[in-house]
DNA sequence: ATTTCTGTTCCACAATACGGTACGTGATAT
DNA sequence: ATATCACGTACCGTATTGTGGAACAGAAAT
């Protein structure tokens, strides 16, 4: 099914440049333009894009995407599971907490509640992110088998995201040591002046499948802060866990 | 591209159904299991699915559609032109304010920030919801002419959710002009205990395209409270609409 | 006025999606 | 132990349908 490839890759397109037109689009992809035409009409037939307000016909996306990505990995029950230990969390520590889930290589920020704090750490939901920096990512690598490392590793290093620094391979496992002996993996390298702590959630499967950390504003981080919140994230993971178990 | 068609109905199927098989799947969309082998295969190709970790092959949802949610509807700059009001709605108010967008007869609610106080109103980000009876879908009906509300009535009608009220279409105009009358909507029938209040946000091509609003508790609500969160919310909707427009 | 972009339409060809049928394999029932 | 069922998968001949080059009209830029 050549043709639905096609128009998977040109939705994606849309979404990374909408509004934007058919020739546009066609350069972007190095595919026909007609064929490019055809896979648009489909799309809008199907009601997952629709034709911008504007002069020329331009493409955006409609919110029919946004009802899968609400379901994805859902049927673990993993929100239902994990959101009242995240306010619980942001009760307890007054920061910012957020849940991200492992996804090919690379970590996605599903939800997120925030510091009731005027200066706050927030990103994105729905963004992505790498593992090899984030406190949610080495969390989880932490639980992964060195081969799943390395292919993880190797993959970040292709995909050589501008401003995402790459940790070498064999630092990068000196750090994974420490985090399985502690439980938990810090980070403030990722976002600066941002000290984050992350725990590595557990699937039905045994294999790690999300992670939940809690990001403090370094101006307003110490020692004995660390070491509580760290102690949260372990009891809550662990209750977590039992529960998805 | 009737392949297309068919392979995007496959995809929200799984959505729906996840972890599924094929032939639960066939049955459900009435077509034959070759066919959505073929589909899932071609799904599976793309990255948009994967085989769950059973006997038994079962479908699930990657998290590649995560990455369009976020990009749905944003080429406004709806998020960064409102996110700014929205946090100071709810310094000023102390209540959680929603952000929610306009999408074929229904809203979506994509933004929230939460009410600092432990008894509070949280909707999931994501969740669709009836314009008849949100202050948020309300708010936006007002702008739109009156085909196009017969156009959402009927299509709520038609679509029947279970535990959604459904006013009659005279009784809705009715409040819709007392909501032109004040320039914002309330509600208190959408969620028992809730009383909401909102306004909409008008795009660059003079529709509206989404809404803001100030949902509380009714045991913190009062004459008073109603007053100035409705004042509030018209000034911050006015500055947005002109930044927009 | 001319050029160079758009987005859209047309068409002959062959690729490929189609769906009925059949096979292997576990689970359940007899 | 045997029979039956439901499931996921593989095969295959037919014709449906996606393909992409070329030509078109209109708008914007030169």
Redesign the interface.
């Known amino acids: 099914?050549n043709?639905?490839?096609k128009?998977?890759l040109v939705?994606?397109a849309v979404?990374?440049h909408?509004?934007v037109g058919v020739s546009e689009l066609a350069s972007q992809l190095g595919q026909p333009k007609s064929s490019v035409q055809?896979?648009l009409e489909?799309?809008h037939?199907?009601?997952?894009i629709r034709p911008?307000?504007?002069e020329r016909t331009r493409w955006?996306?409609?919110?029919?995407?946004?009802?899968?990505?609400?379901?994805?990995?859902?049927?673990f029950g993993l929100?239902e599971a994990v959101l009242p230990h995240m306010e619980e969390l942001r009760r307890q520590t007054s920061e910012t907490v957020h849940l991200a889930?492992f996804?090919?290589s690379e970590i996605?920020l599903?939800?997120r509640?925030?510091s009731?704090h005027a200066v706050r750490h927030v990103e994105?939901?729905?963004?992505?992110a790498s593992m090899l920096v984030t406190a949610t990512g080495k969390a989880i690598l932490a639980r992964l088998s060195t081969e799943e490392v390395d292919a993880i590793h190797a993959a970040t290093v292709e995909r050589n995201d501008p401003g995402t620094p790459v940790p070498q391979r064999d630092a990068l496992e000196l750090e994974l040591e420490e985090v399985r002996r502690l439980g938990y993996a810090t980070t403030s390298s990722w976002r600066d002046g941002v000290f984050a702590t992350g725990v590595a959630i557990i699937g039905p499967?045994g294999g790690p499948i999300a992670a939940l950390s809690i990001s403090t504003p370094e101006t307003r981080s110490d020692e004995e802060n660390r070491r509580t919140q760290a102690q949260l994230l372990l009891d809550h993971g662990r209750q977590i866990n039992e529960r998805l178990g």
Chains 1, 2 share one sequence.
């Open positions: 099914m043709s639905v490839r128009a998977l939705l994606e979404a990374d909408q509004p055809r896979a489909t799309l037939g199907a009601g997952w911008s307000s504007g955006e996306l409609t919110f029919r995407a946004s009802r899968l990505a609400r379901k994805a990995g859902s049927h929100r889930v996804d090919d996605v599903i939800e509640l925030e009731p994105p939901l729905g963004g992505r499967s």
